[in-house]
C-alpha cells in the first residue's frame, strides 16, 4: 500500500520535472558507459588473464596479482612517488587559484582584468602533447631559456629533464602554470556570491582592504575550499599521468614512475593487463580510502561535507 | 559498394587487354576479387594504402584486394614497444583481421597463435605454397627459429638480405684538418673524440662540436664493445645474448660495468652529446648540417648519404671507420643485418579465406611478387635491364629511395617477404660501398640471437619478471652514464637487485625454450 503511493509519488515527480531529468540523462549514461561498464572488467585483477581468451574464459587465481604487486619494489616506490607528487601538488597546488582569485578580486580595472584571466586560463586549453614539448624545449641544455638565463648568471647549464631531483619541481610546477587559472574561476565564482552588505559594513567600520579579504572573503568561501579540497584529495592517486609518461625517462623513473605510468608500462607496453588492474585496483581503493577520511574530518570540523 | 564494382571492372578490363597478364597464372581467385581486411604497423608507415601502387599492380596479379582496418597504429619506434602495443590493442578490440602484419609480430604469433588466435601455417604451406615450401626446404633454420613452442609457423618473416646493418662512422676531413690519423683502437678514438671537443675542427671559434652523437640512444651504449661489454645479443636492443650455449643478458656482464664506467667519463667530458637521451631522431640531421657532429654509429646507406652536404659545408666528409679495438684488442662489430626478423604477416584465426591467403603470401615469394615487394611496380619505378631490376633514375633522384618506397608500397617490414640486397646497393653510394668494403675486410660481425619461442609457463615467467628488470637495467643504465650515481660503487647491489627481481627466473625459461628450440 504504502509503496504503491510512493511510486505514484515518484511518478508525479517525474511528469512534472522530466526536462530535469532528461538533462541529467548524458551524465548518466555517461558513467554508465565510461565508469560502471569497465568495472566488470576489474576481475581480470583475480585472473590469468589472456587478451585472447577474454574477461569470462580466463581462470581465477585468486590474489597472486597482488602478492606480486607488493613484493614488487618498482611498484612501492611508483606508490609512494604517487603520493609524494600528489602532496606537492595538494601543498602548492590547490592555493594557487585560490590565491589568484583574490588577486583578481582586488583588480579594479576591467579590461586589465578580462585580458589577464583570459591569459592565465589559455594554458589549460593546451594538449599535454604540446606542453610536454614546451617543457623540454625551455629546459633544453643547448637551447632552452632557463639554461641561457641561468648562463646570464654565470651558472653551468643543468640537463634538467634527466637529473631525477628535478623532475617533481619542473612536474609540479608545468601543472600550475597551465591549471592554475583555470581553477581559479570556481572561486572566483564564489567570491562573486558574497553579500554585498557585508563589505559596505565593513567599509563604514572602517576596514581596509586586506581586512576585507581575510575577515570577510576568505571565511566566505571557505565551503567551496573545503569542497574542492575534499574532491581533491579523491584524486589524489589521479596525477596527470600523460604529461608523466612525455617528460620522464628511464634516468628519472626514480622520483617521476607512479602508479598509473607503471600500469601503463607493466599493462599496455608488456601486455601483463591482469597484473595492471590489480595495480589500478589497489590505486582506486586507496583513493577511495582517502576521500572517505576527508569527508568524515570535514563534516565534524567544519559541518562542510560532500554526503 | 558499387564505385567498388566499378573500378573493379575497370581494372578487369585492363588485366584483359594486357597480354602478358592475360593469362593470370598468378591470379588466386577468378571472377569477383577477393576482400581481405589487414592490420598493418610497418616501423615507418602504420597503415596500409590501399592507393599504394604495389598493392593496385598486387590487386591486379593476383584479385586479392587488402582492406586496411589498421587500429592502434603509432609511428614510435624508438623501443618497438609501440608495436606490441598496437597488436594487444588489435586483440583486446575482439577482432582479428584475415591478415595481421607488424614489426615484432613473432613473440605475439607465438604466444596466441597456438591458443587458436592465428592460423598454423605449416600444411597451408606445404598444401598449397609451392615457392614458400621451397624456400622453408632449402633453409630450414629459419623455419627452426620462427616456430613457436608447439612446432608451428604463425608468421610469414620479412627477411633481410645483406649482411651489414650500423658501422661507425668519423668526419674525416676533421681529422685531416686536425692532422689526426684514422682511430684504430679504443684509446685513440678517445683522443680523436678529445681533439673534436676541444681543437675546434670545424673553425668556428666556439667548442660547440659534439664528438659522439646518436639518433638513437641506445647506440652510445653500443660502444660498451670497446671495453669487451654487450649491448645486445641480437639488432633489437637490449636483448638476451648466447655465450657457448647458454643464454645471458649483455647488461649483467664485467665489460658491460667497465664500458658503462669508462661512457660515464666520456659523457662527463663532453666526448658523447649532452643530450644524447632526448635529442631523437633528428639528431644525425641537425648535427651534421649544422657542422657540429663528429661521430657516430649508424646504418651504412642512409648515413653515407650525408656526404651530399659537401655542398653546402666546405671539405665535408663523413666515412665508415673499422670498429676500433677494444681494451683486449678485439674488433668487433656487434650491429648486423639478421637473416631473420621477428616482423612479417600472419593470418588470423577467424579468417574464412586460408587457402587462397597463403596462396597470396605465397605470391610475394614468386619472381614477380619479390620484385614487387623490393623494388616497386616495373615501369613506373624500375626497369627490367639484363634480367636485372634498376631504379629509374629519377626515383633514386627523389631522395632517400628506402623512404620513396615505402610511400609506394615496397619493402614493408609488416609483409612477409624476401629482401633483395640489389635494391640497397643501387642507392649505396661511394661511401657506403667503401664502408662495406672495409668491414667485408676486416670480418667484424659476430653471430646473433635468433630468439625464442616460450610455452606458456615459460611465456608467463618472462611476463612477469622481464618488464621490472629491464625498467631497472634502462634506469641505472641512463643514471650512471648520466654521472646520477657510481657504476662502481653500485655494481654489487645492481647485480643483487636483478637476482631480487628474477632475472635467473627469466635466463632458466629462456634456455629450456632456447635448448628446446635449437636442440641444446
Known amino acids: 500500500m504504502q509503496s504503491e503511493s510512493r511510486l505514484s509519488k515518484i511518478g508525479y515527480h517525474l511528469r512534472r520535472e522530466w526536462q530535469i531529468y532528461v538533462m541529467l540523462l548524458p551524465t548518466i549514461i555517461w558513467f554508465i558507459v565510461f565508469l560502471y561498464k569497465p568495472m566488470y572488467g576489474l576481475q581480470i585483477a583475480f585472473k590469468d588473464y589472456s587478451i585472447f581468451r577474454g574477461v569470462d574464459g580466463s581462470p581465477w587465481i585468486g590474489f597472486e596479482h597482488f602478492e606480486f604487486l607488493f613484493s614488487n619494489d618498482q611498484f612501492i616506490r611508483a606508490f609512494w612517488n604517487t603520493i609524494i607528487i600528489s602532496g606537492l601538488n595538494l601543498l602548492f597546488g590547490f592555493p594557487a587559484p585560490i590565491i589568484l582569485a583574490l588577486l583578481f578580486n582586488e583588480i579594479l580595472h576591467a579590461t586589465y582584468k578580462k585580458t589577464a584571466q583570459t591569459i592565465v586560463y589559455l594554458p589549460h586549453f593546451i594538449s599535454s602533447v604540446i606542453i610536454a614539448g614546451i617543457v623540454i624545449t625551455a629546459f633544453s641544455p643547448s637551447v632552452g631559456i632557463v639554461n641561457t638565463v641561468l648562463g646570464w648568471f654565470g651558472i653551468d647549464s643543468i640537463y634538467f629533464l634527466t637529473k631525477p631531483e628535478w623532475f617533481r619541481p619542473i612536474f609540479v610546477g608545468t601543472g600550475i602554470w597551465q591549471e592554475a587559472g583555470f581553477g581559479s574561476i570556481v572561486f572566483l565564482a564564489a567570491i562573486a556570491g558574497v553579500n554585498p552588505s557585508l563589505y559596505e559594513s565593513a567599509v563604514v567600520d572602517g576596514a581596509n582592504r586586506w581586512q576585507m579579504m581575510w575577515k570577510i572573503t576568505i571565511p566566505s568561501i571557505l565551503p567551496t575550499i573545503l569542497i574542492m579540497l575534499i574532491i581533491r584529495i579523491g584524486n589524489v592517486m589521479e596525477v596527470s599521468f600523460e604529461l608523466i609518461i612525455l617528460l620522464y625517462q628511464p634516468a628519472t623513473y626514480s622520483t617521476a614512475d607512479v602508479v598509473n605510468t607503471f600500469v601503463y608500462r607493466q599493462g599496455i607496453q608488456s601486455g601483463q593487463y591482469d597484473f595492471a588492474a590489480a595495480a589500478g585496483l589497489f590505486n582506486a581503493v586507496v583513493a577511495f580510502v582517502l576521500v572517505m577520511i576527508a569527508n568524515t574530518l570535514s563534516k565534524r570540523y567544519s559541518r562542510t561535507s560532500l554526503w | ?202 673553425g668556428n671559434g666556439i667548442a660547440d662540436e659534439v664528438p659522439y652523437f646518436a639518433r638513437q640512444w641506445p647506440e652510445l ?172 633514375q629519377e626515383f633514386l633522384d627523389a631522395g632517400p629511395v628506402n623512404r620513396s618506397l615505402y610511400q609506394v608500397g615496397s619493402q614493408l617490414q609488416g609483409r612477409g617477404y624476401y629482401q633483395d640486397y640489389g635494391y640497397e646497393i643501387q642507392w649505396s653510394n661511394e661511401f657506403a660501398l667503401e664502408g662495406i668494403a672495409l668491414y667485408d675486410e676486416g670480418d667484424y660481425l659476430i653471430d646473433q640471437f635468433l630468439g625464442v619461442a616460450f610455452n606458456a609457463d615459460e611465456q608467463r615467467v618472462y611476463d612477469r619478471y622481464w618488464g621490472s628488470i629491464r625498467d631497472y637495467m634502462l634506469e641505472r643504465q641512463q643514471a650512471w652514464v648520466l654521472g646520477n650515481g657510481d657504476v662502481e660503487e653500485e655494481w654489487d647491489d645492481y647485480m643483487a637487485q636483478l637476482e631480487k627481481k628474477g632475472l635467473s627466473q627469466v635466463l632458466e625459461v629462456m634456455q629450456s625454450a632456447y635448448d628446446r628450440q635449437y636442440g641444446g
Open chain 2, 1 to 202: 559498394m558499387r564505385k567498388h564494382l566499378l573500378t573493379t571492372a575497370i581494372a578487369a578490363t585492363l588485366v584483359a587487354s594486357t597480354p602478358a597478364l592475360a593469362d593470370g597464372h598468378l591470379e588466386i581467385v577468378s571472377g569477383e576479387p577477393l576482400e581481405l581486411t589487414i592490420q598493418m604497423n610497418h616501423a615507418r608507415y602504420p597503415v596500409y594504402k590501399e592507393d599504394w601502387p604495389v598493392e593496385q599492380k598486387a590487386r591486379e596479379l593476383t584479385n586479392v584486394h587488402l582492406i586496411d582496418v589498421t587500429v592502434g597504429a603509432n609511428m614510435r619506434t624508438d623501443e618497438n614497444s609501440g608495436k606490441t602495443e598496437a597488436l594487444n590493442l588489435m586483440l583486446a578490440s575482439g577482432e582479428i583481421p584475415d591478415i595481421v602484419g607488424s614489426s615484432r609480430i613473432k613473440d605475439f604469433v607465438n604466444q596466441y597463435g597456438p591458443e587458436g588466435a592465428f592460423l598454423p601455417l605449416n600444411d597451408l604451406i606445404d598444401e598449397h605454397a609451392p615457392n614458400l615450401k621451397a624456400f622453408f626446404e632449402e633453409r630450414p633454420e629459419i623455419a627452426a627459429a620462427i616456430s613457436a613452442a608447439d612446432g608451428n609457423m604463425y608468421y610469414i618473416p620479412y627477411l633481410p638480405d645483406g649482411k651489414y646493418g650500423r658501422a661507425y662512422w668519423i668526419r674525416t676531413d676533421w681529422l685531416n684538418t686536425l692532422g689526426l690519423d684514422m682511430p684504430e683502437t679504443v684509446e685513440e678514438y678517445e683522443e680523436v673524440l678529445r681533439a673534436f671537443k676541444t681543437q675546434d675542427p670545424n
Open chain 2, 221 to 392: 651504449i653500443r660502444l660498451v664493445t670497446l671495453w669487451d661489454g654487450r649491448s645486445s645479443g641480437s639488432d633489437t636492443y637490449h636483448d638476451f645474448m648466447v655465450v657457448d650455449g647458454k643464454l645471458a643478458h649483455p647488461y649483467a656482464g664485467e665489460g658491460y660495468r667497465e664500458g658503462i664506467k669508462n661512457l660515464a667519463r666520456w659523457y662527463d667530458e663532453g666526448l658523447v652529446d649532452a643530450e644524447i637521451f632526448t635529442r631523437g631522431s633528428s639528431a644525425r640531421d641537425f648535427l651534421l648540417s649544422e657542422n657540429l657532429g663528429g661521430s657516430t654509429h649508424d646504418w651504412f646507406a642512409s648515413t653515407s648519404g650525408y656526404n651530399r652536404l659537401s655542398s653546402d659545408i666546405e671539405g665535408f666528409e663523413f666515412k665508415a671507420m673499422a670498429p676500433p679495438a677494444s681494451v683486449s684488442g678485439k674488433r668487433i662489430e656487434e650491429h648486423r643485418r639478421i637473416p631473420i626478423k621477428p616482423d612479417g604477416w600472419a593470418i588470423g584465426g577467424t579468417n574464412k579465406h586460408p587457402v587462397e591467403t597463403i596462396k597470396y603470401f605465397d605470391f610475394w615469394f614468386t619472381e614477380e611478387g619479390r620484385r614487387l615487394a623490393n623494388f616497386g611496380v616495373e615501369g613506373m619505378h624500375y626497369d627490367m635491364v639484363d634480367g636485372k631490376a634498376i631504379f629509374k
